[in-house]
């Protein structure tokens, strides 16, 4: 590409609106632009690089003979309310109708059709399994979007689909997939785990999510000190703390205190411990209230509450509804009286003569045991803390972040049995099919990759996923002799398959440097003064050091490091450089 007559622009300051480095850096190297909130160009460098993404993805599920299709975008709403998960999906679902007044939805993923296209084939269990994958633009009315291209509105998503006749081949195609994911993250370069993670809309049997570490994800990875657990903190299991000796019971004491209604206004009042009080948190769930009592050092997690009702909404109550079942302000609600369920977390079980509201506005009670309350549940509610013991091996928890690039969901029967997706086995009986779904963020996926590779300079590609390996800068373009060499030098790495930007523009020497290590080229060669001697000077991206060479040693060198640069996987098992 030859910058002088192409669309190409970077921006000196930072940009405003943008509240994380990928999308900064993206945004002022001219890869994206932002159109409305959670919505964004993709410009010829982002595109170029969003091809380099999708070519890999492409290769990794051809080679798990998944077979590639294109699902449309706009689909009947009446094809989610059969599968149970409009209703799910809420407002985050865009809905639309036609001249004719029929109710469409913008897919947010595509499992039913899917499940529609399996249909035409399947009908015996000869006829699996098989696999198939798309490559196509989502659509999710994101109440918050948030950190440029980690949480959009609309976004280029590559889904795969695994059709199986049972649990045991389902399985076995899960792994294929599991796999070729695991090649895909290491050919992006990227630093990630793999944690176990909520199911959630998608629902099934497995969910695992491939996370990049950064810390700008907003995903909680949950990690052990023995590298025994990686899971997502929404669905790791928690070990009661158990204290190492039985308290004497003590007398139930109602307790004045004024102006306090958090925890650390009654814990500096009462001067006693976090530890000793459990917070009462009222919830609303699925339109009933239900008080949820934690330690009060913990916090509920409001996945394990969903799940642990099968509910279809968890949200904390409002102001009135917990006025109504407590008879007191806000701040002052606990288990003694209150008029709702009451559930708690496993860990208070295990408490003693600990301290709670008293659903009356500026009291608590103090010396609080189980035998002062009903209870009518109780299970692992919490959210994991840094510190806790890991409920594997006893080893302690850790945290990181990360940002969700892929997902695999072991699907079981939930859609099959949804859209009567079904096969004559060898009895010729009807049973379900075994499903299993897969899905890669590509936005998503350049976003990460910027998170983890940039400096103080700007984006800092691998060189394999750059748009553009090499940048000739030529430093006077006027000059015959210079522009000469810099067309030879051009031609020479378009000769040996380099993607090369040809800085021709009429512009400071300083101005261009700083573009190319902006937009983050590996491989600098500068055409200058030695031109004369039929030198050009390289200077790998963030090098401290050039060197003089001949044109044929540039682009040998610039060959040379690239084919070093890329991640080679075996196929056969785990990946390697």
């Not at 969910?207 to 810390?215: T, V």
């Not at 000796?245 to 139930?252: A, G, I, P």
């Not at 996926?445 to 390996?469: H, K, R, S, T």
Request: proline share 4%; charged share 30%.
């Amino acid at each position: 590409m030859r910058l002088k007559n192409s669309y190409f622009y970077t921006l000196k300051e930072n940009a405003k609106d943008e509240d994380s480095v990928s999308s900064n850096l993206l945004v002022r190297a001219g890869y994206i632009k932002k159109s409305s909130a959670g919505v964004y160009m993709m410009l010829p460098l982002g595109w170029k690089v969003m091809k380099h993404i999708e070519e890999i993805l492409r290769e990794e599920m051809d080679r798990t003979d998944c077979q590639e299709l294109l699902m449309p975008a706009l689909i009947p709403e009446d094809i989610y309310v059969a599968s149970g998960r409009r209703a799910g999906f809420g407002d985050s679902m865009f809905s639309l109708k036609d001249r004719k007044k029929q109710s469409y939805v913008l897919g947010p993923t595509h499992e039913e059709l899917f499940a529609q296209a399996a249909k035409m084939k399947i009908k015996s269990y000869k006829d699996m399994p098989f696999s198939l994958y798309q490559l196509e633009t989502k659509f999710r009315d994101e109440p918050r979007p948030r950190f440029g291209l980690i949480r959009t509105r609309e976004f280029i998503m590559k889904d795969a689909y695994t059709f199986d006749v049972d649990e045991k081949s389902c399985d076995a195609s899960y792994l294929k997939q599991y796999n070729a994911y695991k090649n895909i993250m290491e050919r992006l370069h990227l630093n990630y785990r793999i944690v176990k993670a909520d199911t959630g809309i998608m629902g099934g049997l497995l969910s695992e999510e491939f996370q990049a570490i950064s810390p700008r994800g907003e995903d909680t990875i949950v990690l052990c000190s023995n590298n025994d657990l990686s899971s997502n903190i929404e669905v790791c299991p928690c070990v009661p703390e158990k204290p190492d000796h039985r308290e004497e019971e003590k007398e139930l004491t109602l307790v004045h205190t004024p102006n306090s209604g958090t925890i650390e206004e009654v814990t500096d009042f009462l001067h006693e411990p976090a530890k000793k009080f459990v917070k009462t948190l009222i919830y609303n769930i699925d339109g009933r209230p239900v008080a949820v009592m934690v330690r009060g050092d913990r916090e509920v997690n409001e996945t394990k509450l969903q799940k642990f009702y099968g509910a279809q909404s968890v949200e904390l109550a409002d102001a009135a509804t917990v006025e109504e079942v407590t008879g007191a302000k806000v701040g002052f609600a606990g288990p003694i009286g209150i008029k709702c369920e009451v559930i708690a977390d496993e860990e208070v079980l295990y408490m003693q003569n600990f301290v709670v509201g008293a659903n009356k506005t500026d009291y608590h009670y103090q010396n609080v045991n189980l035998k002062d309350f009903k209870l009518d549940g109780h299970g692992d509610l919490r959210n994991i803390m840094e510190g806790d013991t890991c409920p594997k091996c006893g080893g302690k928890i850790s945290f990181a972040h990360g940002i969700e690039v892929g997902n695999t969901f072991k699907l079981g029967t939930k859609y099959s049995k949804a859209m009567n997706l079904q096969y004559l086995d060898q009895n010729n009986q009807l049973q379900d099919v075994w499903m299993g779904s897969y899905g890669v963020g590509v936005a998503r996926a350049m976003a990460a990759i910027v998170e983890q590779y940039n400096d103080e300079n700007g984006i800092a590609w691998p060189a394999d996923m750059a748009p553009y390996q090499a940048a000739i800068v030529l430093i006077a373009p006027k000059d015959e002799t210079q522009s000469a060499l810099a067309e030879t030098m051009y031609q020479a790495l378009q000769k040996n398959g380099i993607d090369t930007i040809l800085d021709d523009r009429d512009a400071r020497p300083g101005f261009k440097f700083k573009d190319m290590d902006l937009i983050g080229i590996p491989y600098r060669i500068t055409v200058g003064k030695k031109a004369a001697d039929d030198l050009v000077e390289f200077k790998v991206r963030g090098s401290d050091t050039s060197e003089d060479l001949t044109v044929e040693q540039a682009a040998a060198k610039v060959r040379e490091l690239l084919d070093a640069s890329i991640v080679h996987v075996d196929h056969q098992g785990e990946p390697h450089d």
